[in-house]
């Protein structure tokens, strides 16, 4: 690299810690912390706010990162290096918060151009990792939330002309979005390195801000989305998963209801996520309520998903000329997606919220009588047996009312046909895997809820059902370790498992 761009690197990087050490009264910032950017943005505002005070430390602060800033706007056509061009705006995201807001009104436009810029150019995803660099995506992210605090209308043009409304804030989406479908799903970038997941994580928080500053249009750029191709469904799943964790979590909800009818076990997790991204969407009343009932019971139906055949994946919501690009090979298996599904179940029934536990009572007691969920009945077993145990742990806390179990259980109406069901099909206690040692346990939790005899069962001084218990649970125990025997590396898996990581 030449020398000059090398100081020029170097000079950049000096501008950003001089930012950071002018900070006062708080704790030092870790740049490498999750929520560093948030964090950055709270500390700098008291520091805008000190630069009239008559200090001359202050004064000499602001005149040093006002020239700094001045000199990489004006400097920047000279640049035609890529990366000293992502270090810069790294650089300006951090000045952007700190410099007084007329320099940086009058420069916005000009910045918010060079990251539209950069977000096109397609040399910048490397062969490593195929994101965005992290240090163009932090700038990006400091400087949409300098806009919010100087004018949010910077991100609208509004100013301008009405035809220009969407443009400025349609094009911040799309390049954020087009970088969000390059990167693909998490687990995607697991092995990818430690800057790819901050990359992803901080062009997430891009979104964040966006969306919490223009909703309706942001909502309706993801759910437009969500009709394209696979890649861009899962893309848009994954913002609006991001999102669900705000205010937008009911109204995003009600937008995906047409993606329930999607056969795409990729698409169908990436929806029961949103249960859990959000802690207060069970909360939600009115129409709502429906919409969310509707994405349990969709989870609670993948519990009970069979391995789909080739041409079944091609069928559902999504044309199947725009999933050219899916193969069979990179679907979730139906163990995987009923494991899944069984963990966004699980994190509710942990929950012991009242709000909650009215919710999941009535739709998992009405799938553990339906036949058809027979390949989910492990699952919705363990996290019925959960949820009692939470319930119970949160009503000796004083947190949830002890009688919600009985109340639920009344309400159902059915407690000898799910006790009949259940003794039925633990009578093969092994087809599917786990199901023996599922019901027996979930029927010890539910004894004195559904029948005065079966609690006196559970309560008798006899040993033998918690004996026979003990026997399905070490034979399910070798079932899964067979199982992990015949998939390819199956035999170092258990080898590793029962002997160490070291071998």
Not at 3 to 14: D, G, H, K, N, P
Not at 363 to 388: E, W
Request: aromatic share 6%; with cysteine.
């Amino acid at each position: 690299m030449d020398l000059r761009l090398l100081l020029l690197r170097v000079w950049a990087q000096l501008g950003i810690a001089i930012v950071m050490c002018s900070f006062r009264d708080i704790d030092p910032l870790d740049a490498g912390h999750p929520n560093f950017s948030r964090q950055f943005a709270i500390a700098a505002a008291p520091m805008r706010s000190r630069q009239t005070a008559a200090e001359a430390d202050g004064r000499k602060t602001t005149q040093v990162v006002s020239a700094v800033f001045a000199l990489l706007m004006s400097s920047w056509t000279n640049w035609k290096d890529l990366a000293l061009r992502v270090v810069v705006i790294d650089t300006l995201g951090h000045l952007s918060l700190v410099i007084p807001k007329d320099q940086f009104l009058t420069n916005a436009d000009a910045l918010l151009e060079h990251i539209i810029s950069l977000l096109s150019k397609q040399g910048l995803a490397s062969s490593a990792s195929p994101m965005p660099p992290f240090a163009l995506m932090r700038g990006t992210c400091l400087t949409l939330q300098a806009c919010v605090d100087a004018d949010r209308e910077l991100l609208t043009i509004e100013k301008l002309s009405c035809k220009q409304y969407w443009n400025t804030l349609q094009t911040l989406w799309s390049g954020l979005f087009s970088a969000v479908v390059a990167g693909g799903p998490l687990q995607y970038l697991q092995g990818l390195g430690q800057e790819a997941l901050q990359s992803q994580a901080e062009l997430l928080r891009c979104m964040d801000v966006l969306a919490e500053n223009f909703g309706k249009e942001s909502l309706n750029f993801l759910l437009q989305k969500v009709k394209g191709h696979r890649e861009e469904r899962l893309a848009a799943l994954l913002v609006l998963r991001q999102l669900a964790a705000g205010p937008l979590a009911g109204t995003i909800v009600e937008g995906v209801q047409p993606l329930l009818s999607d056969s795409d076990a990729a698409v169908g997790l990436m929806l029961g996520e949103l249960l859990v991204a959000s802690p207060t969407l069970l909360e939600v009343t009115g129409a709502r309520q429906a919409h969310v009932n509707n994405l349990i019971g969709f989870v609670i139906r993948l519990t009970a998903r069979a391995q789909a055949s080739e041409g079944e994946h091609a069928s559902g919501y999504i044309p199947k000329f725009v999933s050219k690009g899916y193969s069979h090979n990179d679907a979730p298996s139906a163990e995987e997606v009923r494991k899944r599904a069984g963990s966004v179940l699980g994190q509710l029934a942990g929950a012991s919220r009242t709000s909650t536990n009215l919710v999941l009572w009535p739709l998992l007691l009405k799938a553990l009588i339906n036949p058809s969920m027979l390949l989910g009945l492990p699952v919705l077993c363990r996290c019925v047996t959960q949820m009692v145990q939470s319930e119970r742990d949160a009503a000796e806390q004083g947190a949830v009312s002890s009688g919600g179990i009985r109340e639920a259980i009344q309400k159902f109406g059915q407690s000898e046909v799910l006790l009949l069901w259940m003794l039925i099909c633990a009578h093969a206690p092994t087809e599917p895997p786990g199901i023996g040692i599922s019901i027996l346990r979930c029927l010890e939790s539910l004894a004195t809820f559904l029948h005065p005899v079966l609690g006196q069962i559970w309560e008798a001084p006899s040993k033998r059902l918690q004996t026979l218990c003990g026997h399905l649970e070490a034979r399910t125990e070798i079932a899964c370790a067979w199982a992990c025997l015949k998939c390819p590396g199956g035999f170092w898996k258990f080898f590793r498992r029962a002997f160490g990581p070291q071998y």
